[in-house]
């Protein structure tokens, strides 16, 4: 911020993160980071507009992604994924959470990479077929 404020002084104008950037002689990423970390939070209860009789506030204005089934959708899936067995919990884990690939799955089960797909594949139609 005192950066900022000395180059609104001598640039007559607000600088630009690049200006900022080169001032501190910090990456620009950093000092996004940093403007962004000192912006006050807004109370989901502040007024957006109010024509006299009706208010509408910030909490009204955030819109829920769920749906009213999106719940009962993840009891359905994690119900699914219970079903499975110790393997296919496995590859799906690891394909999915830690982002690996078949040929890294099959070495580190010990299994060959056709396997893994076949596994794979038959896992997510047990859970698609579970749900539908």
């Not at 000092?31 to 208010?55: F, H, R």
């Not at 009204?60 to 296919?88: A, F, H, M, T």
């Not at 394909?95 to 799955?105: D, L």
């Amino acid at each position: 911020m005192q950066a900022k404020e000395r180059l609104v002084n001598e640039l007559q104008r607000d600088p630009t993160i690049e200006e900022i950037a080169k001032e501190l002689d910090l990456p620009k990423e950093t000092v996004v980071l940093a403007m962004e970390s000192i912006v006050e939070p807004v109370s989901l209860y502040e007024p957006v507009y109010s024509d006299g009789g009706d208010t509408i506030y910030v909490m009204d204005q955030i819109g829920d992604q769920n749906s009213d089934d999106s719940w009962v959708d993840e009891i359905l899936l994690r119900q699914s994924i219970k079903d499975l067995n110790p393997r296919e919990k496995k590859i799906l884990r690891l394909r999915f959470m830690e982002g690996k690939t078949q040929m890294e799955v099959a070495k580190e089960i010990g299994i060959s990479q056709a396997q893994v797909s076949r596994l794979e594949k038959g896992a997510l139609s047990q859970i698609k077929n579970q749900e539908g």
